[in-house]
C-alpha cells in the first residue's frame, strides 16, 4: 500500500515487502543443530546473547558482535538495562568489544536518573512522576485522556480515575503505549520521552541502556568475581538502506535519513493511518488490533531520524586487515557524521597509550587529547565521481550531493573529558560515577586543530579502577533533526506546543528541518586499574 501513497519510492517500499513476504515463507531452523549443518532454506535465530556466540564459535570466524540502537526507545522497552546481559553467561568479553554509541537512530551516550516507568514492591511496572528535565509518556497519556474528559463534561472524580488508567495502559502497553489514546496526533505527546539537556537523543531514550551506564556498571557473581563492559566506541549511519556514512552532509531529509510517509492527504495516506475518535477514555492495548507500522509510533519517530554517525580508526593502512585489527584494538572513535580527527592517549614520558587500551598504573595518570575540526563540504558532487560513476548513478546513490569537502575546515570549540567509575558493590547509585563532563578545556579557533593535556590528580587516592574518554565538540552548525519535535516553551520553561517534523505532505519534503547544534567526536574510553 505504501508503494501507491508514495510512488516515487515504489521500488523502495516493494523491495522491503518482498523481503518481509520472503522471511514469513521460509521456516525457522531448527534448534539445537550445528549452524553448518543446517539447510539452506530455513531461517537461523540467535533467542540471546550466548546462543548468538555459540553459532558465531561453530562457524568459526574472527568475529565482533556491536550492541547497536540501544538507548533507542522505539524498539528498546522501557525497562531494559544493561544489567541483564553482565554475566559469564550473557556476555562475551572477547566479541563483545564495541559499542555504537551514535546513529541515525540518535545519540546512546547519555545517562539520566530518570525512567520512563517504573518496577514496583509486587514486580509490576507503574508510570513514575514527571521530574524538571523529564515527561514520562505514560504521565502524557493520562494528561491528555484527563483534558479529553474534562472537555466532554465528565466530573472530576471520573475524570481522575481515567487519568490513572490511561497511565497504567501506556506502561502496560510497552513500545505502543501510544496506541492506548484513541485518535492520539503527534502533537498531543508534546516533548515527552525526550532529554532536553541530551545532544541528538534518540526518540524515547532509555537511560540504562546507554554507553555511560554500560561502563559504570559492574556484574557481581558468586565466588566474589566480578565482570566489565570494556567497549570501545564506533558511529555508524544505521539507516537500513544500504547507505553508509551519511552524516557527510546536513541535506536531502527524505533521502539522507529514514524519513518516509504519504506526499499528499489521500484517502488511502489516511486509511494507513489508521485515524481514530480522539476518545475521552484510555483503551488497553489489543496488539490484534494494531497493524505493524503503527504499533510503533513511526509518525513521531520522522522528528527524530537523523542523518548517522560514522567511525574511524586509527589503522597502518586502509586494507581491510589492517582495518579490522584497529577495531580489535579498540583504537576506533566515532563522530555524529562530520570526518572529524581525534587521537586520546594515555602518556607517560615516552609512552604513548592510545584510546581503547586497557592498562594499570601506580600513578596518577596523564592524557593528551588532540583533533581536527571536518572540513567544510561544497555543494554537489567532485567531477570525478560524476566521470566514474555517470550523472544517473551519482543521483541514485547520494541524492546528487556527493562527500564534496573544501580547503577550509570546521573550527574546535572545546574538548570535554567524561570520567566514569565503575561500582565496587551492586548498591552503588550509577550516577554518581559518571562525571560529565569531569573536564573541559576551550579551544581556540585555530582551523589547524586543538590540543591539550590533563592529569588525573585524584587516582591514586581512591584505590579504584578509572574510565576516560574525550569528546572533540565542532562550533555550531545546522543539524537535520537537532530539534527533533520542535517544543514552544512559556515561561516557566514548560513546552506548551510542538512542530513536528512529518515525513508526509504535512512538512514540505524540501524542509529539512534544520536547527542548530555541535558536531562532535567520541574517543573509545582509557581504562585505568590502580597497580598493585
Not at 531452523?29 to 539452506?40: I, Y
Not at 524515547?204 to 554500560?214: F, L, S, V, W
Not at 586543530?449 to 569528546?471: K, L
Amino acid at each position: 500500500m505504501m508503494s501507491l501513497v508514495d510512488f516515487e519510492n515504489r521500488q523502495f517500499y516493494l523491495g522491503i515487502q518482498g523481503y518481509y513476504d520472503e522471511i514469513a515463507d521460509t521456516p525457522v531452523c531448527e534448534k539445537g543443530v550445528h549452524t553448518r549443518e543446517l539447510p539452506t532454506q530455513c531461517l537461523e535465530i540467535a533467542e540471546d546473547p550466548r546462543e548468538l556466540f555459540t553459532k558465531l564459535d561453530q562457524w568459526g570466524y574472527d568475529s565482533i558482535v556491536i550492541p547497536h540502537g540501544n538507548s533507542w526507545g522505539m524498539n528498546t522497552p522501557a525497562s531494559t538495562t544493561f544489567d541483564k546481559q553482565l554475566n559469564s553467561e550473557q556476555h562475551d568479553a572477547d566479541r563483545q568489544i564495541l559499542f555504537e554509541i551514535y546513529s541515525g537512530h540518535g545519540n546512546a551516550e547519555e545517562y539520566r536518573k530518570w525512567r520512563a516507568s517504573v518496577k514496583g514492591g509486587d514486580g509490576g511496572l507503574f508510570c513514575p512522576q514527571p521530574s524538571d528535565d523529564y515527561l514520562p509518556c505514560c504521565h502524557r497519556a493520562g494528561e491528555i485522556i484527563r483534558e479529553r474528559c474534562e472537555q466532554a463534561g465528565e466530573g472530576a472524580a471520573v475524570c481522575q480515575s481515567r487519568e490513572f488508567e490511561a497511565r497504567q495502559n501506556f506502561v502496560d502497553a510497552g513500545n505502543s503505549g501510544h496506541a492506548t489514546v484513541p485518535g492520539q496526533q503527534v502533537v498531543d505527546w508534546l516533548n515527552c520521552g525526550t532529554c532536553p539537556d541530551c545532544f541528538n537523543e534518540p526518540m524515547d531514550h532509555r537511560p540504562a541502556a546507554t554507553a555511560q551506564y554500560a561502563l559504570a556498571i559492574t556484574g557481581f557473581e558468586e565466588g566474589g568475581k566480578s565482570l566489565n563492559f570494556r567497549f570501545g566506541f564506533i558511529g555508524a549511519s544505521d539507516n537500513h538502506r544500504g547507505q553508509s556514512g551519511t552524516g557527510y552532509k546536513e541535506v536531502k531529509r527524505k533521502f539522507m535519513t529514514e524519513t518516509f510517509g504519504p506526499t499528499s492527504a489521500s484517502a488511502i495516506g489516511n486509511l494507513i493511518r489508521e485515524r481514530q475518535d480522539p476518545l475521552p477514555y484510555s483503551e488497553p492495548l489489543s496488539a490484534d488490533g494494531v497493524s505493524l507500522m503503527n504499533a510503533r509510533n513511526m509518525e513521531r519517530q520522522n522528528s527524530f531520524w537523523l542523518t548517522g554517525g560514522l567511525v574511524a580508526t586509527h589503522s597502518s593502512g586502509r586494507d581491510r586487515v589492517s582495518i579490522w585489527n584497529g577495531l580489535k584494538r579498540k583504537e576506533v572513535y566515532a563522530t555524529s557524521g562530520d570526518r572529524i580527527l581525534l587521537w586520546f592517549d594515555m602518556i607517560n614520558g615516552e609512552q604513548r597509550v592510545p584510546m581503547g587500551s586497557e592498562v594499570s598504573s601506580a600513578i596518577n595518570p596523564s592524557f593528551k587529547v588532540s583533533a581536527v575540526g571536518a572540513f567544510k563540504q561544497k555543494p554537489g558532487c567532485p567531477q570525478h565521481a560524476i566521470d566514474g560513476l555517470g550523472a544517473q548513478r551519482v543521483q541514485s546513490l547520494c541524492g546528487g550531493e556527493c562527500y564534496n569537502p573544501g580547503n577550509e575546515r570546521y573550527r574546535l570549540d572545546r574538548i570535554e573529558i567524561v570520567r566514569i567509575r565503575s561500582q565496587l558493590t551492586a548498591d552503588e547509585d550509577v550516577g554518581e560515577l559518571i562525571e560529565d563532563p569531569w573536564r573541559s578545556f576551550s579551544c581556540d579557533g585555530d582551523p589547524s586543530g586543538c590540543s591539550v593535556e590533563f592529569s588525573d590528580d585524584e587516582f591514586t587516592g581512591t584505590g579504584r579502577e578509572a574510565i576516560y574518554y574525550a569528546r572533540a565538540i565542532q562550533e555550531t552548525t545546522a543539524m537535520i533533526n537537532a530539534d527533533n519535535v520542535r517544543c514552544e516553551y512559556d515561561e516557566n520553561g514548560l513546552c506548551i506546543k510542538v512542530e513536528p517534523c512529518y515525513g508526509d505532505y504535512r512538512t514540505d519534503s524540501d524542509d529539512d528541518c534544520l536547527a542548530p547544534e555541535q558536531q562532535r567526536a567520541w574517543s573509545s574510553p582509557i581504562f585505568v586499574t590502580p597497580q598493585e
